[in-house]
């Protein structure tokens, strides 16, 4: 079961535009962690968010944390064909005294040049 | 520092037949290993969560009987799909982590391994 909804789910832009990628939950997260996944190969981190409000900048890529700890967001700014791949949300989550990591249902971004 | 190897990257096997899909923590212990499947163009569904030296715990859905998981050690995590059919086709990644710690945010994947039933 996803418990991380991303919106959009799929996303295709010209090379130079703006998007924004949102992840949503209704449970509040301890730490929430943003990667992307390029075809045959796995996951590869961008960032942690760990304070509600938070916002962190990777070059083009701005990262936010909403104040509740509940959602969060990705802005990619003057998107580049570089960019296109799977972006994806996740995060631990305690059930029956066991950590799970749980991804989003994960956004396809497609940059055209 | 904190490397996964995930062996093989590619198989093809015949149905019936079973592969095992290994993954290994190269520079630090793994107490706790996920195991992964990734349909095309979807997004990564937890199947098991595989503890050292203790039984995995399976996500609902997944059959342990069709997917056995073996974590013997600290550095290997095993996964066998048994009794292989086309419908078991698809990307399997694991991941690992060392330690739950402030400092170990994210997690650490294999680079995959697709499976192709024929």
């Known amino acids: 079961t996803q418990l991380l909804e991303q919106s959009p789910q799929f996303l295709s832009i010209q090379e130079g535009e703006n998007l924004t990628v949102y992840c949503n939950s209704s449970?509040?997260?301890?730490?929430l962690q943003w990667y992307r996944q390029e075809p045959g190969e796995g996951p590869v981190l961008l960032v942690t968010?760990?304070?509600?409000?938070e916002v962190k900048k990777l070059k083009r890529l701005t990262f936010q944390f909403g104040d509740a700890r509940k959602d969060s967001s990705l802005h990619i700014t003057a998107a580049q064909p570089g960019d296109t791949g799977l972006y994806l949300c996740a995060h631990d989550l305690l059930a029956s005294g066991t950590y799970k990591y749980i991804f989003g249902t994960g956004t396809r971004l497609k940059v055209l040049a | 520092g904190a490397v996964v190897s995930q062996h093989p990257s590619r198989v093809i096997c015949k149905s019936g037949t079973s592969v095992k899909i290994e993954c290994r923590s190269l520079?630090?212990?793994?107490?706790?290993m996920f195991w992964y499947r990734q349909f095309p163009k979807k997004s990564l569904m937890l199947m098991a969560t595989s503890n050292e030296g203790s039984k995995a715990t399976y996500e609902q859905g997944v059959e342990k009987d069709k997917f056995l998981i073996n974590h013997a050690s600290l550095t290997l995590s095993t996964l066998t799909v048994t009794s292989a059919h086309p419908e078991d086709s698809s990307f399997y990644i694991c991941?690992?982590?060392?330690?739950?710690?402030?400092?170990?945010?994210?997690?650490?994947f294999g680079s995959g391994t697709r499976l192709t039933v024929v």
């Open positions: 449970s509040v997260f301890s730490s």
């Open positions: 991941s690992a982590r060392a330690s739950r710690t402030i400092a170990n945010y994210g997690y650490t």
């Open positions: 968010v760990v304070t509600g409000g």
């Open positions: 520079d630090f212990q793994a107490t706790t």
